[in-house]
């Protein structure tokens, strides 16, 4: 084989030949994969963090959330199931109807009690007017004894026959004050069939059908309140001092997928401490949007941590 020298080739194109194999065989960094991979980690950190997780510097409480009317709606007398007006579910206003019991004999009882009332009233006006005629008779009975025209006993004849009506008078007004309560009960006992809402809430439970036979304290509706949501928690006794009303604190959901930390205001503190566990109570509030929550669920109170 010849050699470059051999075959005359100038020594010019030896040197460029050298210099074009080390530009192939060479392979710098590209500047782009450098960008790239400095990038990465700035996409990663334009997503927020779920706002339920807690925080170093955050102490975790767990309890129920609550609201404050909840009630279980009992029979106050005995009877019948008669309607059912609500079911579970159903929005209440303060006084709605929930159920009727059978009112048939107590609607009975209460005409013939407001027809007694009428009756005694009427007697009353009757023995009221007799008495003022009597009451004129001994007036006139004075004048005639003082006019020496009637003897001394016949003006005490009718003065005792005015005073006797008197004694009348007063006896039929309390037989009517006996109606009218008579009366007046009777109308409690009527309204005691119709069970109605104590509050503004929600039917949350119905323990009866119709036709049903209940006794006195029976429970026939489970009805609570929607709003506004509370959460009691105990805390220790570190925090006493340092939690008050009024402070701010985070609410979290603890099942289910919201992630959301909704907020609340706390609006009682225990003053004393609890010596069998070195706890105070705290009761907070939700205040702003709740429409996620629900009484019953239990969540997870966020407050920030003292040493």
Known sequence: MKTFLETGAPIVAI?????????????????????????????????????????????????????????????????????????????????????????????ADLEAARAKTRSTENDLKNWEAEAKVLE?????????????????????????????????????????????????????????????????????????RAGQSVVKNDRLFWVTAVAPLRIRVTLPEKFLGRVHPGTIVGITVVEGSDPRRYRAKVIEVSPVVDPSSDTIEVLAELTGDTAGLRPGMRADLHVANVP
């Open 15 to 107: 040197a460029f030949w050298l210099i074009a194999n080390i530009a192939c065989t060479s392979s710098p960094a590209s500047p782009s994969s450098t960008v790239a991979a400095s990038s990465t980690p700035l996409a990663h950190a334009d997503v927020e963090p779920s706002t339920s997780a807690s925080q170093p510097n955050e102490f975790l409480a767990s309890g129920p959330i609550i609201v404050e009317n909840e009630v279980d709606v009992a029979a106050q007398r005995d009877g019948v199931v008669a309607k059912i007006s609500a079911e579970p579910g159903t929005a209440l206003k303060t006084g709605q109807l929930l159920a009727t019991l059978d009112d048939r004999q107590i609607s």
């Open 136 to 208: 004129s008779d001994y007036a006139r009975a004075q004048k005639m004894w003082e006019a020496q025209i009637i003897p001394k006993e016949q003006l005490e004849h009718a003065r005792y026959k005015a005073e006797s009506d008197q004694w009348d008078v007063k006896r039929v007004s309390e037989l009517l004050t006996n109606a009218k309560a008579t009366e007046l009960s009777l109308e409690l006992e009527m309204e005691k069939t119709r069970i109605t809402a104590p509050f503004n809430g929600v039917v949350a439970r119905r323990y009866v």
